[in-house]
């Protein structure tokens, strides 16, 4: 006779039994997941039983449901049609599995303003299902999802923790390219300090984002462009973001030119940094370092620097507010110092190149130039006073 070494099981105790052990059987990964969905489950069959089913037989429609139709329900989640979501919110509670936490937080990602999807992750938050988050980390988020402008608040999580951006991305498990991901990094930057750009961040890691947003988010590049020129000092700007912006922007006195969405402040901080780069390019070229150290003197008094060039050498415009400059490139030429009107009247139609100078004499005219500063001894003492002068409005006198 065989002896039974277990007790037999009731039906009720057997399906209790039995759903105890598939809660606790380990979720297989997602992509594996998906490959069975995509093979067994009928995503618009389902869609049509819930609208058949009244709401007070949806507890158990719930219930007769294969755990591939529910992992479909959960999968494809935004696909539901709103009058469908209410019934189909209340199957997949009913049918909950840890891995739908998971599921909901990577669809929030590329749907982070659609509240049904943000409750699926506050849910998998509250029972501490959402991987990488502990139960402060839960609690935090829940908080921020639940303000009603998750993404803003996400931002400003990131911004408080000064770390690089993508770092934080990896820890909240966040894909970069996702709308999500690119909200965040617009907010990253509109929030950014001097720290975020000399510090936390990376030059590849600054050009892919500043790339990113004069792209596709031209507005949003201005507003973070304002904030960089308005945050970092000016003794610090860095080369390869200015020259971003530059390029992305346009100069100053072209009238096609984008930088005039600049604030006035920023605008002006703007020209001055692209004047000194542009006059220290001409005297580096040129091999005149004496030149350029006399005149770095007076940039913070620059208004604008224009270059051409005329036959085989470069001529430089310096403009102030009351006189304008002309060096040449060339060795043995005088540079020409002339009131501010004879530059607009008679010199700026060749600087801005709407007209061609065929040569250097139409640059030079002593009889209506305030001085002429010749290169030789110890002309920077000589001419320092004279120059400070004129600029002090002398050349109006």
Not at 215 to 243: C, F, G, H, I
């Given at each position: 006779?065989?002896?039974?070494?277990?007790?037999?099981?009731?039906?009720?105790?057997?399906?209790?039994?039995?759903?105890?052990?598939?809660?606790?059987?380990?979720?297989?990964?997602?992509?594996?997941i998906t490959e069975?969905?995509?093979?067994?489950?009928?995503?618009?069959?389902?869609?049509?039983?819930?609208r058949k089913t009244?709401?007070?037989?949806?507890?158990?429609?719930?219930?007769?449901?294969?755990?591939?139709?529910?992992?479909?329900?959960?999968?494809?989640?935004?696909?539901?049609?709103?009058?469908?979501?209410?019934?189909?919110?209340?199957?997949?509670?009913?049918?909950?599995?840890?891995?739908?936490?998971?599921?909901?937080?990577?669809?929030?990602?590329?749907?982070?303003?659609?509240?049904?999807?943000?409750?699926?992750?506050?849910?998998?938050?509250?029972?501490?299902?959402?991987?990488?988050?502990?139960?402060?980390?839960?609690?935090?988020?829940?908080?921020?999802?639940?303000?009603?402008?998750?993404?803003?608040?996400?931002?400003?999580?990131?911004?408080?923790?000064?770390?690089?951006?993508?770092?934080?991305?990896?820890?909240?498990?966040?894909?970069?390219?996702?709308?999500?991901?690119?909200?965040?990094?617009?907010?990253?930057?509109?929030?950014?300090?001097?720290?975020?750009?000399?510090?936390?961040?990376?030059?590849?890691?600054?050009?892919?984002?500043?790339?990113?947003?004069?792209?596709?988010?031209?507005?949003?590049?201005?507003?973070?462009?304002?904030?960089?020129?308005?945050?970092?000092?000016?003794?610090?700007?860095?080369?390869?973001?200015?020259?971003?912006?530059?390029?992305?922007?346009?100069?100053?006195?072209?009238?096609?030119?984008?930088?005039?969405?600049?604030?006035?402040?920023?605008?002006?901080?703007?020209?001055?940094?692209?004047?000194?780069?542009?006059?220290?390019?001409?005297?580096?070229?040129?091999?005149?370092?004496?030149?350029?150290?006399?005149?770095?003197?007076?940039?913070?008094?620059?208004?604008?620097?224009?270059?051409?060039?005329?036959?085989?050498?470069?001529?430089?415009?310096?403009?102030?507010?009351?006189?304008?400059?002309?060096?040449f490139a060339q060795?043995?030429?005088?540079?020409?110092?002339?009131?501010?009107?004879?530059?607009?009247?008679?010199?700026?139609?060749?600087?801005?190149?709407?007209?061609?100078?065929?040569?250097?004499?139409?640059?030079?005219?002593?009889?209506?130039?305030?001085?002429?500063?010749?290169?030789?001894?110890?002309?920077?003492?000589?001419?320092?006073?004279?120059?400070?002068?004129?600029?002090?409005?002398?050349?109006?006198?």
């Amino acid at each position: 006779m065989m002896t039974w070494m277990f007790p037999l099981l009731k039906p009720k105790k057997l399906a209790e039994v039995t759903e105890q052990i598939l809660h606790e059987v380990p979720d297989a990964p997602l992509d594996l997941i998906t490959e069975r969905i995509e093979n067994t489950a009928d995503f618009e069959f389902l869609l049509e039983m819930i609208r058949k089913t009244p709401p007070e037989g949806v507890i158990e429609l719930a219930q007769n449901l294969t755990v591939a139709e529910v992992d479909t329900l959960s999968f494809r989640f935004c696909e539901v049609p709103r009058d469908l979501r209410r019934n189909t919110i209340a199957i997949i509670q009913e049918r909950w599995k840890p891995r739908y936490a998971e599921i909901a937080w990577r669809q929030f990602q590329y749907h982070f303003r659609d509240q049904d999807v943000a409750r699926f992750v506050v849910m998998g938050l509250e029972k501490t299902e959402v991987p990488g988050f502990g139960d402060n980390e839960a609690a935090h988020m829940i908080r921020l999802i639940s303000s009603g402008e998750p993404a803003e608040q996400i931002a400003g999580l990131l911004a408080s923790r000064e770390q690089p951006f993508r770092t934080s991305l990896d820890k909240l498990r966040i894909t970069e390219n996702s709308p999500l991901g690119v909200e965040l990094l617009k907010n990253y930057l509109l929030k950014a300090s001097s720290k975020t750009y000399l510090e936390l961040e990376d030059q590849e890691f600054i050009q892919y984002a500043l790339g990113l947003m004069n792209a596709e988010y031209q507005p949003d590049y201005l507003k973070a462009v304002n904030r960089y020129l308005s945050t970092v000092p000016q003794s610090n700007y860095q080369e390869y973001v200015m020259l971003h912006i530059y390029r992305s922007l346009g100069h100053p006195d072209d009238s096609f030119s984008r930088v005039h969405g600049l604030d006035p402040e920023n605008l002006e901080r703007f020209r001055r940094w692209l004047n000194f780069r542009i006059m220290s390019e001409f005297f580096e070229a040129a091999g005149y370092s004496d030149r350029f150290q006399f005149w770095k003197q007076f940039a913070d008094d620059l208004h604008k620097v224009r270059c051409i060039t005329v036959k085989d050498y470069n001529v430089a415009f310096l403009v102030f507010r009351d006189i304008a400059v002309v060096e040449f490139a060339q060795v043995g030429n005088a540079a020409y110092v002339y009131p501010r009107d004879y530059y607009e009247s008679q010199l700026e139609h060749y600087a801005t190149e709407k007209e061609t100078v065929t040569n250097k004499s139409q640059l030079k005219d002593p009889y209506n130039s305030l001085t002429r500063i010749i290169h030789h001894g110890n002309w920077q003492s000589r001419w320092y006073y004279t120059i400070a002068w004129l600029l002090k409005g002398g050349a109006r006198r």
